[in-house]
């Protein structure tokens, strides 16, 4: 069975701190994907990114970062000098390739709300 | 391009009435998500698609919900009789095929579903 843990709840930080959110998975594949998702207010998930099990680089993008450590089953995102608008609720997610192309459910975490203040 | 519509964005019902929710995915996107948001938690899926085809109900309350595709479009998502704690923000997300890579979901903004 799949597992996302995202143990911090809730994270306040003030404008222009780093903070990282942290996530540990749990799963018997082989071959599989771990997500990020945004949701703001509004209530949609917004995609950020995704890294496959075979690739074990970490990825910046702007004042995101991502840090993909299989020895210790986590994917952990950083935010450089956040900003409000960074405020929402982060989820982490994985899933299972099935087969070629064929896109299994995503298994998400509870979630870490993030509150950036002036 | 459109994003994935849903429709109600809000609805309050009584147990033991029944509801329908509906969603639009994003065109050309073969394979359609239904979740199911309880506040403080992740989604979870109910119920996936492919084209028209279901790939997987396995947490779908079948006594209660169901859901259908017709012609791989739109879908619609039924509760009935509704309970208390089908009380959720109920998502509706589409992807399409990326070659070999697992393609990322687009959702929509959910219905937020209350059952008094």
């Known amino acids: 069975a799949q597992k996302v843990t995202q143990a911090q709840t809730e994270i306040s930080v003030v404008e222009k701190e780093d903070v990282t959110l942290d996530c540990v998975y749990e799963?018997?594949?082989?071959?599989?994907?771990l997500f990020w998702y945004k949701q703001p207010p509004s209530g949609e998930l917004v995609f950020l990114i995704r890294?496959?099990?075979?690739?074990?680089q970490n990825e910046i993008s702007g004042r995101y970062s991502w840090n993909f450590q299989k020895s210790t089953s986590s994917f952990n995102f950083t935010i450089t000098a956040s900003q409000v608008v960074d405020s929402a609720v982060y989820f982490c997610?994985?899933?299972?390739?099935?087969?070629?192309?064929?896109?299994?459910?995503?298994?998400f975490g509870t979630g870490t709300r993030l509150q950036v203040t002036l | 391009e459109a994003g994935v519509a849903q429709s109600p964005r809000y609805k309050i019902i009584e147990k033991r009435q029944s509801v329908a929710f509906w969603c639009n995915p994003i065109?050309?996107?073969?394979?359609l998500y239904w979740y199911q948001q309880i506040l403080g938690q992740g989604p979870k899926l109910l119920i996936q698609f492919q084209n028209n085809g279901v790939v997987d109900d396995s947490q779908l309350p079948k006594d209660r919900f169901s859901a259908e595709r017709l012609k791989g479009v739109d879908s619609t998502l039924k509760i009935q009789p509704a309970k208390l704690e089908d009380s959720a923000v109920y998502l509706c997300?589409?992807?399409?095929?990326?070659?070999?890579?697992?393609?990322?979901?687009?959702f929509g903004q959910g219905t937020r579903l209350t059952v008094v």
């Open positions: 799963t018997r594949d082989t071959t599989y994907y």
């Open positions: 997300a589409s992807s399409r095929r990326q070659g070999r890579k697992i393609p990322e979901a687009f």
């Open positions: 890294r496959n099990s075979f690739d074990e």
């Open positions: 997610a994985l899933s299972e390739a099935l087969n070629t192309g064929t896109a299994s459910k995503l298994t």
């Open positions: 065109s050309g996107h073969a394979t």
